[in-house]
T-cell receptor
Framework: DVKVTQSSRYLVKRTGEKVFLECVQD?????MFWYRQDPGLGLRLIYF???????EKGDIPEGYSVSREKKERFSLILESASTNQTSMYLC????????????FGSGTQLSVL | RKEVEQDPGPFNVPEGATVAFNCTYS??????FFWYRQDCRKEPKLLMS?????NEDGRFTAQLNRASQYISLLIRDSKLSDSATYLC????????????WGAGTKLIIKP
């Protein structure tokens, strides 16, 4: 089974802190994604990557950056955390763009105080 | 208007009953459609794809109505373990880079 591992299940940070969310997948997938999930809203795509060192903005990239130095690892960076970035962050991967199935990590609930 | 809309529920349904819910989408150019299941405090997992001809997997049936721009999910003989939030997902492209997610319909199966 594909495993997508997110480094933290719960995280509490202060406004202005730099925050790193790590995601690792073990199935040699080309594509990796970062979403955030908020109550009453669908998942919203922050950034995605279709290859090492490649990244593309999703629907809500402002305030975030990403890094993909190795194929299996995709990091989300909040340069200066703000309270409106309090959310559930979900990492996902898939084998190829036409592959309909995304595999998700268990999520990181980030609270910014 | 949201691009993908779902009734948030919750739908409270007795065990063994049949339940169905819909998801409407606004973009007629949408190409592919999916249902994901998300258990409480867990990650989403693909339940099934929705094809033009419909798709059935055991007790679950998914249908697509392009003319009215909605997809449906029907669950027969519901089980307690079916309690979850069901997420509707629409893709306008041939790749999965720009999936549009509904906010989900919460289903509670009662004994």
């Amino acid at each position: 089974d594909v495993k997508v591992t997110q480094s933290s299940r719960y995280l509490v940070k202060r406004t202005g802190e730099k925050v790193f969310l790590e995601c690792v997948q073990d199935m040699d997938h080309e594509n990796m994604f970062w979403y955030r999930q908020d109550p009453g809203l669908g998942l919203r795509l922050i950034y995605f990557s279709y290859d090492v060192k490649m990244k593309e903005k999703g629907d809500i990239p402002e305030g975030y950056s990403v890094s993909r130095e190795k194929k299996e690892r995709f990091s989300l960076i909040l340069e200066s955390a703000s309270t409106n970035q309090t959310s559930m962050y979900l990492c996902a991967s898939s084998f190829e763009p036409s592959n309909e199935k995304l595999f998700f990590g268990s999520g990181t609930q980030l609270s910014v105080l | 208007r949201k691009e993908v809309e779902q009734d948030p529920g919750p739908f409270n349904v007795p065990e063994g009953a049949t339940v169905a819910f819909n998801c409407t989408y606004s973009n007629s150019a949408s190409q592919s459609f999916f249902w994901y299941r998300q258990d409480c405090r867990k990650e989403p997992k693909l339940l099934m794809s929705v094809y033009s001809s419909g798709n059935e997997d055991g007790r679950f049936t998914a249908q697509l109505n392009r003319a009215s721009q909605y997809i449906s999910l029907l669950i027969r003989d519901s089980k307690l373990s079916d309690s979850a939030t069901y997420l509707c997902v629409v893709n306008m492209l041939a790749s999965n880079y720009q999936l549009i997610w509904g906010a989900g319909t919460k289903l509670i199966i009662k004994p």
